[in-house]
C-alpha cells in the first residue's frame, strides 16, 4: 500500500487545512480511495469549507457539545482537555475520499482539514494511504 | 475503480433515502467496499432506520447543537445557512459499506441516506465508488 | 474479501473496547485498510482512548445532544430510546483503519469501541472486513 506521514504543527490552532498535501500525495495515481488517518485520541479530520468564517462556527459548536470547564472525569492537561478526548467520538480521526485519475474528487468547497482542539500537543502526525480500486 | 455520480433533487428535505440507488450500484459486483461521497461542503451521509420518526427527531438534534439563529460568521445564504457549513464536520460527507456477494452488508434497520440541511441548493450529487475486496 | 462478524454482549454497556479482535483480525496480513462495520441503527464505532475517564465523559456529551427524555417521535423501547436512532448520525456505523505489515496504525492513546447506548439489545454484531492495500 502507498502511504506516508505528515508531520504537521498545528500549534492553538482548531482547524488545519491538509488540502494540498493530500492532492500532492495523489497526484499521479490512477482511480482509487485516500484514506485520511489521524493517530491521535484528541483530534479529528473533516471536509469543511475554509476561510469563510466556518472555522469559528465549528468552534462554537463544539463549545455547545462540549464546553471548556471543569466537567470532565478526564483530567489530565489543560482546562478542558478532557473535552478533547470525547472529539474523536464525534467527528472521526478516519475519513476516506475518491481519487479520479490522480485528483481528489472534492466538491468545489470542500477542503481537508485537521480538527484539533489540543493545544498540549501542538505537533500532530496524519497517515495518507491510497487503496487502488 | 467502478465509480458513478447520483443527481438527487433533495429540494428541502432533510433526509433523502438511497438505499435503493446504491443496492443497485453494487448487484452483481463481488465482495468489497462501497464508499459513498456527497461532494458539497453543507451535506453528509449517514446509516439510520428511516419511517419511524427518526428523521424530524434528528432534525431536532442538530437544532441543539446547530441552531437557525443569526449566529454565525459564515453568512452567505438564507437565515441558518452558516450552520449547514459546519454539519459535516459532525456528520462526515463519506461512509463505507462492506459488499458481500453483490449484496450491501446492511443491518435490517439501516438506510443509507444523505443528510442535507441546505435548502438553497436543492440538487445535489452523490458519488459511489466500489473498492473490490 | 477477508471479512468476519464479531458477536458481542454489550448489555448495558455503552463503551465495549474491540481493539484486541479487530487487532487479530489483520494480524499476519500485510498492507490494507480493516474496515469496522456495525450493522446495527442504534449504534456507532470510534476511536478514542479508554480507562482514563473519557466512557462516562461521553455519555455526558450524548445527554447534551440526545437527552434521554420524552421528546423522540421514534417511540418504540425504553425512555430515550428515541435517541439510540439518531446516534449513528454523528457517531457513525462505519470506520476504516490502516494496516501496515499486519499491525493497526493505531496511535498510542486510540482503542477501537462499540458505541451502543442501546440496553434493549445486548446483543451486537460487528463485522471487520480487510481491503488489501
Known sequence: MDTTVLQLHT???LVTDITSEVA?????????L???FVPHATAGVA????GSGTEPDLADALERILPV???YR???GSLGHGRDHVLPAFVSP???IPVIDGRLALGT???AVLIDPNGDNPDRKVRLSFLPG
Open 24 to 32: 500532492n500525495f495523489v497526484s499521479g495515481k490512477n482511480d482509487g
Open 94 to 96: 478516519s475519513i476516506s
Open 11 to 13: 500549534g492553538q490552532t
Open 74 to 76: 478526564h483530567q489530565h
Open 109 to 111: 468547497w470542500q477542503s
Open 34 to 36: 485516500v484514506n485520511i
Open 69 to 71: 470547564e471543569d466537567i
Open 47 to 50: 471536509l469543511i469549507e475554509t
